[in-house]
């Protein structure tokens, strides 16, 4: 199941939800005011890295053999 960030734009409030792939995406209910009108938002864990921050220290990924 994936992770998704939503946003309610009645109060602002920025919160994450796991949703089954396998069905609808229901009504999201906002957990602070209880607005019915929560967006999905783009996650920072999503967008990659800034730009600005360091390099990660992890090697980097290539041909294997």
Not at 14 to 25: C, G, K
């Amino acid at each position: 199941m994936p992770l998704y960030e939503y946003q309610c734009p009645e109060c602002n409030n920025r919160f994450d939800r796991l949703v089954r792939s396998s069905e609808a995406p229901p009504t999201i209910v906002c957990p602070t005011c209880g607005g019915e009108k929560s967006e999905r938002i783009l996650s920072l864990f999503a967008a990659g890295p800034r730009s600005g921050s360091s390099a990660s220290s992890a090697p980097a990924c290539g041909p294997v053999g």
